[in-house]
DNA sequence: AACCTTCTCAACCGCTACCCG
DNA sequence: ACGGGTAGCGGTTGAGAAGGT
């Protein structure tokens, strides 16, 4: 049938912006709110797709946008969630205010990628470079995407807790800031979340549906393992979080030959262990999966 | 100073998921 | 249930900056 394009192309400008288009981008947003991306640079006289618009506001002009360098712990957290999230750069921007997808997705592959090599870390994969581990598949065959309902699991949950940026995606869930405008007959990015709440129970069923889980716990100011192993405990055997402590990720897990084969063989590590909230030492689960520590925290501090 | 190479990152492109009539 | 329209995502590109010779 064919796409209609996303603008008229004849009519538009392309490349870098001007002031006078991000101001008068910033104007509109200002008094109009986000949203109706397509008919925003008509309304807003610039001679741009909406696409543009949306990716000029998102990834530059937006108030709470973070410049400047990534931080250590930044560094950290975007190797951590990459490995558990792979290229998920709207997730992992999400656990990341003030960072926008593209952001994070450009200073990956010019800056971490490359740190990653330097430690002799495959960067797809989060394993050591030069593993030639029995059972463990050489590291550039398999990407660290997990299968789909896990992803879907994590990424509910990422979605439920607000973060700073106010940048949402399409599968996330969290009410944004509220829109400037007051009225918008558009499906909106700002404006639809509370529509949002109430029109797509099946999104929230996938995040609720009697499961609420919570990455935070992981990912931020994780609570010690025993918390969340408790937390683990009190729920049934098939609720999300039960299933997010299942999830294999040997990839994360894979310090020494010996270690990789003991993580493949168990292929069962705490999750909270993986992200970095080992200061106390290794939880129960590491324990019994023959002290396979996340080699990230060897390497990370 | 001029040229070349490498690096960075904003912007674009094409695809997919989702919404709505 | 279906199809069109739109927003959002991830991969890629290319212009400009920075560094090297």
Same mark, same amino acid.
């Given at each position: 049938m064919g796409r209609s394009p996303c603008c008229e192309k004849a009519h538009t400008n392309k490349g870098a912006w001007t002031k006078e288009e991000d101001q008068r981008l910033i104007d509109y947003i200002r008094l109009? !709110?986000? !949203?109706c991306w397509r008919s925003l640079p008509k309304s807003a006289g610039l001679l741009r797709c909406g696409k543009s618009c949306r990716l000029r506001w998102i990834n530059y002009l937006r108030p709470d946008l973070k410049r400047g360098n990534f931080t250590e712990e930044e560094d950290e957290l975007i190797i951590k969630l990459h490995s558990l999230l792979g290229n998920k750069w709207s997730l992992i921007a999400g656990r990341l205010p003030g960072r926008t997808d593209n952001e994070i997705k450009n200073y990956w592959n010019t800056h971490i990628k490359r740190k990653l090599v330097s430690r002799g870390i495959d960067p797809q994969t989060h394993r050591p470079l030069n593993s030639a581990v029995p059972g463990v598949p050489p590291a550039a065959t398999s990407p660290p995407s997990l299968p789909v309902t896990e992803i879907s699991l994590i990424s509910s949950s990422l979605d439920r807790r607000p973060h700073g940026n106010g940048y949402y995606g399409r599968e996330k869930l969290e009410p944004k800031a509220e829109p400037l405008r007051e009225d918008n007959h558009c499906t909106t990015s +700002? &404006?639809?979340? $509370?529509d949002e709440e109430l029109k797509a129970p099946r999104n929230r069923q996938q995040a609720q549906g009697g499961s609420e889980l919570n990455l935070e716990l992981s990912? !931020?100011? #994780?609570? +010690?393992c025993r918390e969340l192993n408790r937390n683990a405990s009190s729920? $049934? #055997?098939?609720t999300a979080e039960s299933k997010l402590q299942e999830v294999p990720y040997p990839l994360l897990t894979v310090p020494t030959p010996a270690a990789a084969a003991a993580a493949a063989a168990a292929a069962a590590v705490c999750l909270c262990c993986q992200l970095g909230s080992r200061s106390g030492g290794m939880c129960g689960n590491c324990q019994s999966n &023959? !002290? +396979?520590? &996340?080699y990230y925290a060897q390497l990370g501090s």
């Open positions: 109009h !709110g986000e !949203g +700002s &404006g639809t979340t $509370t990912i !931020g100011l #994780a609570p +010690s729920v $049934t #055997a098939n &023959g !002290g +396979s520590f &996340g």
